[in-house]
């Protein structure tokens, strides 16, 4: 069974820094695509980054390019988000996600099979 927890959300203030984990179990860590999404109050998911196995190639969305920073740990089956210069605006809840054997960079909701449960970050003014 997949399974997927996020760590590492909290609060920090306007400029901070945050790491957010993703602890993988349940398939092969050497063939997958995983993303981070978030989402905030009233508004759609949105997709953040994905990082594939194989290249571990990242991908960004356009308007997340910058501050964030995706990477993997195959020994720990973990993927990372580190979240630089934090805005207000940034305060959602943080969902990684994944699509064992996926190999294609997407951050189209659709493509993934499997979601951890979120976790807060809130960003103070």
């Known amino acids: 069974e997949v399974h997927l927890v996020e760590s590492g959300g909290g609060l920090v203030q306007a400029g901070g820094s945050l790491r957010l984990s993703c602890a993988a179990s349940?398939?092969?860590?050497?063939?997958?695509?995983i993303g981070w999404f978030r989402q905030a109050p009233g508004k759609e998911r949105e997709g953040i980054s994905c990082?594939?196995?194989?290249?571990?190639?990242?991908h960004y969305a356009d308007s997340m390019k910058g501050r964030f920073t995706i990477s993997s740990d195959a020994a720990k089956n973990t993927v990372y988000l580190q979240m630089n210069s934090l805005k207000p605006e940034d305060t959602a809840v943080y969902y990684c996600a994944a699509d064992p054997g996926g190999d294609i960079a997407t951050l189209n909701i659709m493509e993934y099979d499997y979601w951890g449960q979120g976790t807060q970050v809130t960003v103070s003014s």
């Open positions: 990082i594939t196995s194989g290249d571990e190639t990242a």
């Open positions: 349940g398939f092969t860590f050497d063939d997958y695509r």
